[in-house]
């Protein structure tokens, strides 16, 4: 009989959370620990972006709590060992990513094996293990600042990646916490197709790939999730939702340089149908942007097009989910900064896909959304994928030779004195 494992992996950006502890964390925290109940997970794969937020500098020393609250909570009582990375050292420029990364395993799942990417082997997860602070040193995670020169013409900023391994149920497969970098420009966005910033990510991503896929370590399964940033083309669909306007571009009175595209309705009074700023977009219709999960703008979104050679995703039904509205009593708007788009994602390597166990039983179907439709969870909704995972041994018990081959052996510590195993 095969037997399955559930996991849950949720990617946040978190920074809203920190600008607005009072207003916001709250309910956000309410419903996580609501979708873990729902769920009922084994395993929970929690990746974070923008820790301390936008005014890291100020708020990093709550940082430390949050993480501490949802590790002690009541909703994670069940849940005996925990591994926690924050990278919060904001003063090594060079290195800083703002990246957290939470695993908790639940006190049925056995047999869960962490990689020390510094020995080349792996280690059995007994307790609590938690690292604040510069993870420079710290063996079973590798994290990485994206190199400045990758694009030298813009603000380098604390975007990078995060990544550790694991053995679940027999199963090697790699867990890669990431941001990429945004659009900071609405106006140099509309100047091309792709833009610029996509051309960028394009970069960026292709560079993570390779560097979880290249030889310094047995190449696993993968999971890529975090804020991706990827956004709509937005020339494409400008061009789109103005093609029965006029379109005006206003110049800046000493260049020719455009800092406003206004498109006004060619009758009903010239009424402005969109605007767009270097932070604006402000469309009239907002709603098409919600009916039916936005799924008529998905043709737009076309960055991960360029992966499908060595990545997947899920089918998307639900509406972008940035940049939501900041303001409590507006959960389900939209801001006017930026055209909305799916930002946080969950892709997977092809061979991931593979042990993903699909079931036709609606108890324990993948899903694959985001959390809080209706309550103000800052300006990026979370999102996850609830797996089931197929048990690729069919036994009560995993057995150490059951190990897959390219496993030289397994260390089984507390950290402070390994004890290799016989026979693996």
């Given at each position: ?267 009903n009074d010239h009424q402005v149908l969109l605007q767009i700023e270097e932070k604006l977009f402000a469309y009239l219709h907002q709603a098409v942007f919600r009916e039916d999960n936005g799924r008529a703008l998905l043709e737009y979104d076309k960055e991960i097009a360029a992966f499908n050679d060595v990545i997947r995703e899920e089918a998307i039904m639900f509406p972008p989910s940035y940049p939501y509205s900041e303001d409590y009593t507006k959960p389900t708007q939209y801001m006017n900064t930026r055209c909305p788009a799916w930002c946080d994602r969950i892709l997977m390597s092809h061979s991931a896909q593979d042990f993903i166990q699909k079931r036709d039983d609606d108890e324990k179907k993948i899903v694959y959304n985001t959390v809080g439709p209706n309550v103000c969870m800052g300006d990026h909704k979370i999102t996850i994928d609830s ?38």
């Amino acid at each position: 009989m095969e037997t399955f494992t559930d996991v849950l992996l949720v990617t946040a950006n978190v920074g809203s959370l920190f600008d607005n502890v009072g207003e916001i964390q709250n309910g956000w925290l309410q419903e996580l620990y609501k979708t873990i109940h729902s769920y009922k997970p084994q395993f929970i794969a929690l990746h974070f972006q923008e820790v301390g937020g936008k005014d890291y500098m100020l708020n990093m020393a709550r940082a430390e709590n949050f993480f501490w609250n949802i590790e002690s909570s009541e909703e994670m009582k069940d849940f005996d060992r925990v591994c926690i990375y924050v990278d919060n050292q904001f003063q090594a420029e060079d290195s800083f990513t703002a990246l957290g990364s939470m695993y908790f395993i639940h006190k049925t799942l056995k047999n869960i094996y962490q990689f020390d990417f510094n020995v080349k082997d792996f280690k059995a997860v007994l307790e609590h293990n938690k690292y604040v602070g510069c993870l420079d040193n710290v063996s079973t995670v590798e994290k990485e600042k994206f190199p400045k020169n990758f694009w030298p013409n813009f603000k380098w900023s604390r975007k990078g990646f995060m990544r550790t391994r694991w053995i679940i149920h027999n199963q090697g497969l790699d867990l890669v916490n990431i941001h990429l970098f945004h659009d900071a420009s609405n106006l140099i966005a509309c100047n091309s197709s792709p833009s610029i910033y996509s051309a960028n990510r394009k970069n960026a991503l292709r560079y993570v790939i390779n560097r979880i896929s290249d030889d310094r370590y047995t190449a696993l399964p993968f999971f890529l999730f975090g804020d991706f940033n990827f956004r709509l083309d937005t020339l494409s669909l400008v061009q789109h939702l103005s093609i029965e306007t006029d379109v005006q571009r206003v110049t800046k009175d000493s260049s020719n340089e455009v800092e406003k595209i206004i498109c006004e309705e060619k009758d009903n009074d010239h009424q402005v149908l969109l605007q767009i700023e270097e932070k604006l977009f402000a469309y009239l219709h907002q709603a098409v942007f919600r009916e039916d999960n936005g799924r008529a703008l998905l043709e737009y979104d076309k960055e991960i097009a360029a992966f499908n050679d060595v990545i997947r995703e899920e089918a998307i039904m639900f509406p972008p989910s940035y940049p939501y509205s900041e303001d409590y009593t507006k959960p389900t708007q939209y801001m006017n900064t930026r055209c909305p788009a799916w930002c946080d994602r969950i892709l997977m390597s092809h061979s991931a896909q593979d042990f993903i166990q699909k079931r036709d039983d609606d108890e324990k179907k993948i899903v694959y959304n985001t959390v809080g439709p209706n309550v103000c969870m800052g300006d990026h909704k979370i999102t996850i994928d609830s797996d089931p995972f197929l048990r690729l041994q069919v036994c009560k018990h995993t057995s150490f030779r059951a190990l897959p081959q390219w496993i030289d052996s397994v260390i089984v510590t507390h950290y402070d004195q390994p004890t290799r195993l016989p026979g693996v």
